[in-house]
């Protein structure tokens, strides 16, 4: 039976990472994971660049049960922390908006690096390998896969959570946490596009594609998230960044509230060009929106636009009230999803591991000695923007120097 001191259960972003450190540390690691290749995600991630960081990187950023949970592992391992990694490998790396940190050489130049980090500290991976079954053994563990049993003193789960079943996301992180005992908070798909009935949507559907700076907001109190970022209107729904990181605040039930003209006073602007002016309301309307958006607006199917003058009215015979209005309706336009586009689609799973039974300096599970949980399959999850793999790395950095 193989023996080494700690076996690391899924060979993603956190797991590779900690199996480098840890390895390099000196511990005997063994890595493995199900899949084909290692790191599918960071292989897709940011549009094949890799999204690896964020310049601001806080507590705040997070959504979690147990907020504060994070602040630990984040503050012991930093976006400066990773950089000078990268540097090190000779990997540039560029700045998008937002602090959001790509790497100049796309995402395998990020695995090649983690692999030689492994390398480095002579961890063995088996892959493709499946693990069966952990159980306590002795002062550690036995744990079955494809390739037989191992015995190992300690185990760190990082099977990262549900979304994209298609490259190898399961829910095995989480039945093993229960079958230790944990409890898991309700797992859901996050950084997700948003969903409506189609009856509700089909005066929208025609304007897929259209894409335009928007401020969205759902929740109260602690749940209540807000941003200012692109939307996009797609075929079944809306997407696009601004919609993506409200989707890990929305609640099933609940509205979004949307301003589709952030930063502008909508109503003093076409009540201000009422002047003389000859021109058709659609046509001012237009010079603060996409056109196929004023257009769609306006158009008597929409149900509620009946409420406003028609698109060829000269904008002068317009009533105030009715600008105003019709103003407010684009400003605080409230409207509630019937779903998300679900695990499919989405880039995370919000949701997972109760970090209530966890040690936030080392991972290491409260209930079960030796047991550690990195990285997405705990209850730690991301804005769009870096701050997921940041979590990664940062969980996967307390687990290996607690280890
Ligand atoms: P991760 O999913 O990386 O790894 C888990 C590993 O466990 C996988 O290799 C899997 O095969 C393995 N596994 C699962 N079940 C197993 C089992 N039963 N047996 C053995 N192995 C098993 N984040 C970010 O910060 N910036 C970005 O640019 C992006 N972009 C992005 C794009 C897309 C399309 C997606 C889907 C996600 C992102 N993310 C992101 C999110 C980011 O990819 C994610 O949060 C991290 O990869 C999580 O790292 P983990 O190691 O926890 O899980």
Same mark, same amino acid.
């Given at each position: ?191 997700? %596009?948003?969903?409506? $009935?189609? /009856?509700?949507? @089909? =005066?929208?559907?025609?304007? *897929?594609?259209?894409?335009? !700076? ?75 929106? %996409?056109?196929?958006? $004023?257009? /769609?607006?306006? @158009? =008597?199917?929409?149900?509620? *636009?009946?409420?406003?003058? !028609? ?84 969980? @996967?950095?307390?687990?290996?120097? *607690?280890?």
């Amino acid at each position: 039976m193989a023996d080494v001191d700690v076996v690391i259960l899924g060979a993603g972003a956190a797991g590779l990472f900690c199996a480098g450190m840890a390895g390099q540390l000196g511990l005997r690691v063994l890595v493995l994971d199900h899949a084909e290749r290692v790191a599918e995600k960071i292989r897709i991630s940011g549009g094949g660049r890799c999204n690896f960081t964020n310049r601001e990187v806080g507590p705040g950023q997070f959504l979690s049960a147990n907020p504060d949970f994070c602040r630990s592992a984040l503050a012991r391992y930093t976006p400066a922390d990773f950089i000078a990694l990268m540097q090190r490998h000779r990997l540039g790396f560029h700045e998008k908006h937002l602090g959001q940190l790509f790497c100049d050489d796309g995402s395998e130049a990020v695995i090649a690096m983690l692999l030689r980090e492994c390398d480095a500290g002579g961890v063995s991976r088996w892959q493709p390998c499946p693990f069966t079954a952990v159980r306590t053994a002795g002062n550690g563990f036995e744990v079955d896969t494809a390739r037989g049993t191992v015995r190992a003193a300690r185990v760190v789960v990082a099977t990262g959570g549900l979304s994209i079943p298609k490259i190898g996301a399961t829910d095995a992180g989480h039945r093993l946490a229960r079958h230790f005992g944990h409890r898991i908070v309700e797992p859901r798909p996050a950084l997700v %596009p948003l969903s409506f $009935a189609a /009856a509700d949507w @089909a =005066p929208y559907a025609a304007l *897929a594609g259209t894409a335009l !700076p928007a401020e969205v907001r759902t929740g109260q109190g602690r749940g209540a998230g807000r941003f200012v970022e692109d939307l996009l209107f797609t075929h079944r729904g809306l997407s696009g960044p601004a919609i993506l990181q409200i989707s890990s605040y929305w609640r099933p039930g609940a509205p979004l509230h949307i301003d589709l003209a952030p930063g502008q006073a909508l109503d003093r602007a076409l009540v201000g060009a009422k002047a003389g002016a000859q021109r058709q309301l659609g046509t001012v309307l237009a010079e603060h929106l %996409p056109r196929r958006l $004023a257009q /769609a607006w306006l @158009a =008597p199917e929409r149900p509620g *636009a009946a409420a406003f003058p !028609p698109p060829q009215r000269p904008l002068a015979e317009c009533r105030d009230r009715d600008l105003t209005a019709l103003a407010a309706s684009l400003q605080a336009w409230s409207l509630v999803p019937d779903g998300t586009e679900g695990y499919r689609k989405a880039e995370v799973t919000a949701g997972g591991v109760d970090t209530r039974e966890l040690q936030s300096a080392s991972l290491e599970s409260r209930r079960q000695p030796g047991l550690h949980f990195i990285g997405e399959v705990v209850d730690v999850t991301g804005w769009l923007g870096g701050y997921n793999f940041q979590w990664a790395w940062a969980s @996967a950095a307390a687990c290996a120097r *607690a280890m």
